[in-house]
């Protein structure tokens, strides 16, 4: 259940809430409301960014704790989303090549935590998650993320693909979780990187896989055929930085 603090219930609050620049996720709008308050909230919905859902009353009602949603309902983010020049910056401060963990349909806000975790342990300058179909920076994400999400870049895109095609500009490679791909160990996983994961259920879209450089597969042996999206995540962030250290003792540039 979503922490209550993030749901915003009621025509007022939700007006309040975007006057005072809460970042909302999503606008849920009973169908068939068209009077004057509720279509200035669509239009600030739209203004900010966030998702108008138009639904049911009885799905309204079943969401609603107060009783008094007066057609609306909106999720607020937990935290702030960044920009996506603010994630590049923070690894050219650092003087370090990109490295970005790009999430295509998270759905479960569990694992969408522990990857933002995995992501800021691997190192990660930070985590790039689309607008759609996917789950965003809700309570229980922040608090699946351990305190990761204070330090860890989270940026919200329209188009995944899109994304991809303008980061690849920058001279950011990516890799794509995929069962059919080649062997983790025998890629070069080094250099201004992207590690895609896909959805829990599909993986990662066909879209957004032919916008990638190259397919990851990480080498199992038991009977079953796929791991948790946040355990594949954790898997091969921690190759890259295996990879990254390795190259880096090569070159001499550290020791050990």
């Known amino acids: 259940m979503e922490d209550r603090e993030y749901i915003i219930e009621g025509r007022n609050p939700i007006r309040e809430a975007f006057r005072a620049g809460k970042t909302i996720d999503r606008l849920y709008v009973q169908e068939g409301l068209t009077d004057g308050p509720v279509l200035a909230l669509i239009g600030q919905a739209k203004k900010k960014d966030a998702i108008v859902d138009y639904v049911a009353r009885e799905r309204l009602d079943q969401m609603s704790e107060t009783g008094r949603h007066q057609g609306v309902i909106a999720h ?15 690894a050219r401060d650092k003087g370090e090549d990109p490295f970005l963990f790009v ?21 990660a300058h930070g985590v790039i998650i689309p607008k759609r179909r996917a789950v965003g920076l809700t309570a229980i994400v922040a608090k699946a993320s ?8 989270v940026a919200k895109v329209n188009n995944l693909s899109q994304t991809i095609e303008s980061l690849k500009k920058e001279g950011i490679w990516f890799a794509a979780a995929d069962m059919q791909g080649e062997l983790m160990y ?38 079953i055929d796929s791991l948790n999206a946040s355990v594949a995540a954790g898997v091969l962030g921690y190759e890259i930085v295996r990879q990254r250290l390795f190259a880096k003792r090569k070159a001499g540039k550290i020791s050990g």
């Not at 351990?146 to 870049?153: C, D, F, H, I, R």
Request: charged share 25%.
């Open 76 to 90: 607020a983010a937990a935290y702030e989303y960044a920009e996506l020049e603010e994630i590049l910056r923070k």
């Open 103 to 123: 999430l295509d349909g998270i759905e479960d806000p569990h694992n969408l935590g522990a990857i933002i975790r995995s992501a800021n342990l691997c190192g």
């Open 146 to 153: 351990a305190g990761a999400l204070n330090y860890t870049p």
């Open 186 to 223: 025998d890629l070069n996983l080094t250099g201004p990187i992207g590690l895609v994961i896909g959805n829990e259920g599909e993986g990662v879209s066909r879209l957004v896989k032919e916008k990638c450089d190259f397919n990851a597969k990480i080498p199992m042996t038991g009977e």
